[in-house]
């Protein structure tokens, strides 16, 4: 639809959609997904929460696709084998395209340890589309961590195929963005990715700028 | 979060999603699934279309589900034997569930012949949330538009499983909303679908009224 069909009394019978840059016109942004991996404890979701809570403020329209929303649903079905993990990455990636479709600033937190699943997913995106953030921090530091205690349950062998323990984690070799959580508080790696999506302008320079002069002052 | 917590300087480290309610509040509507059912020629699609389209114009925040953008995608993995019906329905019901989540008034358009199929969709959903819109065409009149060459197959047996001609259509016992594309015009489709979404609170009602006063004066 061009602008003039906007119009009701210009609508027809053809089948012309709402499309994708309609939407963008619309909500004043790009979309795209931000594709959070790493190991668990990395501080995926703490870094994605953030970011999409800085977005809404400034009034982008964004989604969290995380386990909470996705393996409690739409992927219920699916365990953890490595036939199963790349089956969950591949609708997670297909989910994020759609919400990509309908002009959304897409976030997933996946472990998803494995190279080719995320070649894979970023094969369903046009270049500028699909930005891998990987979230580098030692296994140690997340062991320590172990929000969930899940490190200590698998080192107990109560948690087969937990990925750094019992399964691997293939770290990315040429990542978008790379955030060390180990030595990076949430609000730096969140300006990190700021400043890319603005020197990219995927999202409006003038607004995520005069974000990030106030999030400098944030107390941590 | 509440309103105060939407300035940046109130963020915390605790895990403060942003949630459907933030995003209501943000869109200036509610959201949920609209959830098309009928035959294939029925009108679900043109319907689907042409009220995404109008609501588009309003401001409305939308996405469509459609065999297109669906099973060719998420779904690319699934035929059309009954069990596979059903992982199709259900993955779908889970995702347009992930989009209302996500502030947007959803439109699925699938044939979605099984009541209880249908009914599991809609368990996912609050009372307010889901609202079944049976397209209701005799299938003569489906088999005669024949948009796609489809039932001309079927009766010649080249697909097999086709709905209404080897395989069943349950027709819904209580529908929400009853179009009939037969002796309706989309346009009044479109309308009879807004007056319902208006009467029940769901869209402001003063965009809504206005447009229909508009498309009254619509050529058809």
Same mark, same amino acid.
């Given at each position: ?6 119009n009701?009394?210009n609508?027809t ?20 997904v931000?594709?959070f ?11 994605a929460?953030l ?6 403020v ?9 386990g ?5 649903? @739409?992927?219920? +079905?699916?365990?953890f084998?490595a *036939?199963?993990?790349?089956?969950? $990455?591949r609708?997670? &990636? ?10 959304v ?5 996946f ?5 080719s699943?995320?070649r894979?997913a970023r094969? @369903?995106y046009? +270049?500028?589309?699909?930005?891998? *953030?990987y979230?580098?921090c030692? $296994?140690e530091?997340c &062991? ?5 205690g ?12 937990f990925?750094?323990?019992a ?8 990542a978008d ?5 180990d ?14 999506l ?7 320079a ?10 400098k002052?944030?107390?941590?």
């Amino acid at each position: 639809m061009n602008r003039n069909q906007v119009n009701p009394h210009n609508l027809t019978w053809q089948n012309t959609s709402v499309g994708k840059r309609d939407r963008h016109n619309r909500n004043g942004h790009e979309s795209f997904v931000l594709w959070f991996t790493g190991l668990s404890g990395a501080g995926k979701s703490t870094v994605a929460n953030l970011l999409e809570q800085v977005l809404f403020v400034q009034g982008i329209h964004t989604y969290l696709l995380d386990g909470d929303n996705v393996r409690m649903g @739409l992927n219920s +079905d699916l365990g953890f084998s490595a *036939v199963e993990r790349r089956e969950n $990455i591949r609708r997670v &990636a297909e989910v994020a395209k759609l919400f990509v479709d309908a002009g959304v600033v897409t976030l997933t937190a996946f472990i998803s340890p494995y190279r080719s699943d995320r070649r894979m997913a970023r094969s @369903l995106y046009a +270049d500028r589309e699909f930005i891998e *953030v990987y979230i580098d921090c030692p $296994i140690e530091v997340c &062991a320590s961590r172990d929000p969930k205690g899940l490190y200590r349950k698998a080192q107990a062998g109560q948690i087969k195929d937990f990925t750094g323990v019992a399964a691997p984690y293939e770290a990315p070799e040429q990542a978008d963005i790379v955030l060390h959580t180990d030595r990076q508080t949430p609000w730096e790696s969140v300006q990190q990715i700021l400043q890319y999506l603005v020197a990219r302008e995927l999202l409006p320079a003038e607004t995520l700028l005069e974000n990030s002069r106030e999030t400098k002052e944030c107390p941590r």
